[in-house]
């Protein structure tokens, strides 16, 4: 069965440092997702990702944050100068379509970043 | 803003209970909703999906209700088992998911 599978399965960072987390979508889906979760705390959405555009992102995903479909199967997100707080789970995600009532997103295992 | 709430927060039932895990939101605009597990520092394990069209929806020992008009949904577990200790999270969609705290539940051997 198709997945999403994202890289590295762990980072460790220091602070000030830039990173940048993969994600390899499923293979026919179109519209791509960033979630974070802080330990302890809600999941979060960050930005969703179609035909090379941003269409939504929250206020969590400012000017240090920016995604990337650099070929035809990755999708990364970029923190350009982490901090402390930025310390987390990052979930990529992946649906066919735009999420309807009908098309459900899919979850890759998380990338945990921990920044030192 | 979409405000979507679980309680309990923490749940432990001895083994073979029924579990009851209860879900609100705040704005009934949603597409679907979706259950997930999430065992301790690991990833995202979708359980169900209700569509907004549905009342209810069942796999094997889990059942869902989704009740639109007043924000609400319940996971059913029959017959716990040790095995069922997680946390669980509920999660509304419109264009993103929006994401309860989660119950977490211990099942006792």
């Known amino acids: 069965e198709p997945e999403v599978t994202q890289t590295p399965s762990h980072q460790v960072t220091q602070m000030g440092q830039e990173v940048i987390l993969r994600c390899v979508p499923i293979?026919?889906?179109?519209?791509f997702y960033w979630y974070r979760q802080i330990l302890g705390q809600k999941v979060e959405f960050l930005v969703s990702?179609?035909?090379?555009?941003?269409?939504?992102k929250s206020e969590i995903f400012d000017d240090q944050f920016s995604v990337e479909r650099p070929d035809g199967s990755n999708f990364t997100l970029k923190i350009r100068s982490t901090k402390l707080e930025d310390s987390a789970m990052y979930f990529c995600a992946s649906s066919v379509e735009s999420l309807s009532s009908y098309n459900e997103q899919f979850f890759g295992p998380g990338t945990r970043l921990t920044v030192l | 803003k979409q405000e979507v709430t679980q309680i309990p927060a923490a749940l432990s039932v001895p083994e073979g209970e029924n579990l009851v895990l209860n879900c609100s939101f705040t704005d009934s605009a949603i597409y679907n909703l979706q259950w997930f597990r999430q065992d301790p520092g690991k990833g995202l394990t979708s359980l169900l999906l209700?569509?907004?069209?549905?009342r209810e929806q069942t796999s094997g020992r889990l059942n869902a209700s989704l009740d639109k008009s007043s924000g609400r949904s319940t996971l059913y577990i029959a017959a716990s088992q040790p095995g069922d200790s997680a946390t669980y999270l509920c999660a509304v969609v419109d264009y993103k998911l929006s994401f309860g705290a989660g119950t977490t539940v211990t099942v006792r051997a």
């Open positions: 293979s026919n889906h179109l519209y």
């Open positions: 990702f179609y035909n090379n555009e941003i269409s939504e």
């Open positions: 209700i569509q907004s069209s549905q």
